[in-house]
T-cell receptor
Framework: AQTVTQSQPEMSVQEAETVTLSCTYD???????LFWYKQPPSRQMILVIR??????QNATENRFSVNFQKAAKSFSLKISDSQLGDTAMYFC????????????FGQGTRLTINP | DSGVTQTPKHLITATGQRVTLRCSPR?????VYWYQQSLDQGLQFLIQ???????AKGNILERFSAQQFPDLHSELNLSSLELGDSALYFC????????????FGPGTRLTVT
C-alpha cells in the first residue's frame, strides 16, 4: 500500500517570501504520478501541479515548482513570491499509473501568508 | 470552477437517517471518484465508477453505497448515519479509466446530529 507523509502541519511566512512544503511517500511501484492540491477556506480542492515519476525534469507552474527526488521518495513544493491568496491547506497526493487510480493524500500542511 | 457539480452543498440530518449525495462530472468525463474528508481521517478514497461500472473500492463502509447512471451522474447513499459520518464528501471526475488528473467538485458538507 502507498502512504504519503507531510511532516509540517502548519507553516507561516510573510508575503513575497519563498516557502517550501515537504512531502515524502512510500511505494514499491515505479510508475506513478504525484500531485499538490490546494484547499483554500472555500474548501474547494484545486490542482496546483503534477509530476510524472518517469520524468526527471521537475514540474513548474508559474510561481509553483517541485523538487522531485525519486530515489529519496521526496516531493516538495516551492512557492515563490508568495501571495495572500496562497493561504490554504496544501495536500500532497500519490496516484498509480496502473491499477487503482485513487488518490492517496497526505495529512496536509496549513500555510498562512501574512501581510 | 472545475465543471464538477455536487448537490446539496450542505446537509444536516439526524443519526439513523439515510441521505443521498449527487455528483455530475465534467462534460465528457467517464470516471467518477468519491472521497471523504473528516477531521480525524483526513482525505480518504471511498469508491470509483467508470462508465457505469464499479472500478475500485476504498475504505467505504457497508452502510454506504454508490452508483453511476447512464447519463454519468453518480449518487452516494449513506444510511444508518452515525455522528462520525459527519464530513465533507467530495466527488471528482476524470476523462479516462486510467491515471489522469482528477477535478474535484465543491463538496457536500454533511452534519449528523
Amino acid at each position: 500500500a502507498q502512504t504519503v507523509t507531510q511532516s509540517q502541519p502548519e507553516m507561516s511566512v510573510q508575503e513575497a517570501e519563498t516557502v517550501t512544503l515537504s512531502c515524502t511517500y512510500d511505494t514499491s511501484e515505479n510508475n506513478y504520478y504525484l500531485f499538490w492540491y490546494k484547499q483554500p477556506p472555500s474548501r474547494q480542492m484545486i490542482l496546483v501541479i503534477r509530476q510524472e515519476a518517469y520524468k526527471q525534469q521537475n514540474a513548474t507552474e508559474n510561481r509553483f515548482s517541485v523538487n522531485f527526488q525519486k530515489a529519496a521518495k521526496s516531493f516538495s513544493l516551492k512557492i515563490s513570491d508568495s501571495q495572500l491568496g496562497d493561504t490554504a491547506m496544501y495536500f500532497c497526493a500519490f496516484q498509480l499509473i496502473q491499477g487503482a487510480q485513487k488518490l492517496v493524500f497526505g495529512q496536509g500542511t496549513r500555510l498562512t501568508i501574512n501581510p | 470552477d472545475s465543471g464538477v457539480t455536487q448537490t446539496p452543498k450542505h446537509l444536516i440530518t439526524a443519526t439513523g437517517q439515510r441521505v443521498t449525495l449527487r455528483c455530475s462530472p465534467r462534460s465528457g468525463d467517464l470516471s467518477v471518484y468519491w472521497y471523504q474528508q473528516s477531521l480525524d481521517q483526513g482525505l480518504q478514497f471511498l469508491i470509483q465508477y467508470y462508465n457505469g461500472e464499479e472500478r475500485a473500492k476504498g475504505n467505504i463502509l457497508e452502510r454506504f453505497s454508490a452508483q453511476q447512471f447512464p447519463d454519468l451522474h453518480s449518487e452516494l447513499n449513506l444510511s444508518s448515519l452515525e455522528l462520525g459520518d459527519s464530513a465533507l464528501y467530495f466527488c471528482a471526475s476524470s476523462p479516462l479509466d486510467s491515471s489522469y488528473e482528477q477535478y474535484f467538485g465543491p463538496g457536500t458538507r454533511l452534519t449528523v446530529t
